[in-house]
């Protein structure tokens, strides 16, 4: 079983209420990197740093050419991972798919019991590139003026899952290695070089019932972890993705903030200026720091996407997109994140063609590609 992560997960909550399984979570509580504030691991931290046991670095590839400056904006659409192969498609704000690139899908995962792990698509997003790993656990590029090619490897296996997040300047990357048992998950964390493998930092590593996914990188000093459980059998409403973010220092992996709680569920696609998360009656507007900065009411649950600037909020009440500032309605399209300021991207399927909406003028372009939303470019938080 895959439960795709931020912000594939968003599609998920509606896919998956069939299973009982929502792709938003944010009860409980586990011990994860630096509980405390900045500045020293709290005293009661249970990093074990064990290189002996510590997944290996990344087989060196040669280095490849300089990423080309990207100087529009793109969504990224990815196709079903129920499949043998899947599709990484490059989407403009006029609807057109500027590059695509198909590869092999890894394999599914168990946690040795009736248990099924969680794990994120096999994707990541520079500011110039989408980075995306095949069944081998070979980590490729793509951008949009089609240049291609592999940049690394990570490790995986039956029960092993390797999920990453490349830094906005295509410096470093950030991996998250899960072995999965029937108790949860060994959950070690690295840094390196994307090329070479090069400055290889073993930060974190952990046992138990919740995992860390990495969500991206904000800015290049700071990494976003998602806390998600490691294991499902479903169970119903929130119970199966991200519950909160911690932002870390990718160097130590002590934590400097927390965003999103259990009062306040993660509700949409994360963006450099944060995530929205919801009560039952009210919307709130998070920054990378964790603090608010405006809510506003709702009607009950709802996907709520914040634009990049931060100026505007896609809701998704009910098959509609509503921009929520200025009343906007893009009627039948269900944005599952933004492409720019101004342009919503929403999935699809065969059935369902995605779309790009113009929030400005209501007008929308068909995509001739299929998938979820995995992000966009410039692709930094």
């Known amino acids: 079983m895959r439960i795709v992560a931020l912000p594939l997960w968003m599609t998920t909550r509606l896919r998956a209420s069939a299973l009982g399984v929502l792709a938003l979570a944010l009860a409980g509580a586990c011990s994860l990197p630096g509980s405390g504030s900045s500045g ?34 793109y969504g990224v659409l990815v196709s079903a991972l129920s499949s043998p192969n899947y599709t990484v498609s490059l989407v403009g704000t006029d609807g057109r798919v500027v590059a695509s690139a198909q590869t092999t899908t890894p394999g599914s995962v168990t946690c040795a019991n009736a248990s099924a792990a969680l794990v994120p698509p096999p994707v990541s997003m520079s ?52 072995d999965f048992d029937a108790t949860g998950a060994l959950t070690s964390l690295y840094v390196e070089d994307l090329n070479g493998g090069g400055h290889h930092k073993q930060l974190y590593t952990q046992t138990g019932a919740f995992t860390l996914w990495p969500t991206g990188w904000h800015g290049t000093d700071n990494l976003v972890l998602a806390k998600v459980p490691a294991c499902t059998q479903g169970g119903g409403p929130f119970c199966c993705g991200p519950q909160e973010f911690h932002v870390v220092d990718p ?27 919801e009560t039952d009656v009210q919307a709130s507007v998070l920054t990378w720091t964790g603090t608010t900065t405006r809510s506003f009411s709702i ?75 995995a992000g966009r470019l410039p692709g930094g938080l």
């Open 40 to 73: 020293s691991p709290p005293a009661s931290s249970s990093r074990t740093l064990t290189p002996s046991a510590s997944p290996t670095p990344s087989a060196s590839l040669p280095p490849g050419p300089s990423p080309a400056p990207v100087t529009a904006a």
């Open 127 to 178: 500011n110039t590139r989408v980075y995306y790993m095949d069944a081998q656990g070979v980590v490729r590029y793509l951008a949009p003026n089609g240049d291609a090619g592999r940049a690394t490897t990570v490790s995986i296996g039956p029960a092993r899952r390797a999920m990453f997040a490349v830094s906005p300047d295509d410096q470093r990357i950030a991996v998250i290695v899960d």
């Open 251 to 277: 160097a130590s992996a002590i934590r400097r903030y927390t965003v999103g709680d259990p009062t306040c569920k993660l509700a949409g696609a994360p963006t450099p200026a944060g995530v929205v998360c």
């Open 299 to 373: 009607q009950g649950p709802t996907f709520a996407h914040l634009s990049p600037n931060g100026g505007l909020v896609a809701i998704v009440p009910s098959g509609d997109t509503i921009i929520q500032e200025t009343s906007r309605t893009l009627a039948g399209m269900q944005a599952c994140g933004w492409i720019d300021d101004t342009h919503v991207l929403s999935e699809g399927d065969a059935q369902h063609q995605p779309r790009v909406g113009d929030v400005t003028n209501g007008n929308a372009s068909a995509v001739a590609a299929q998938g979820d939303c």
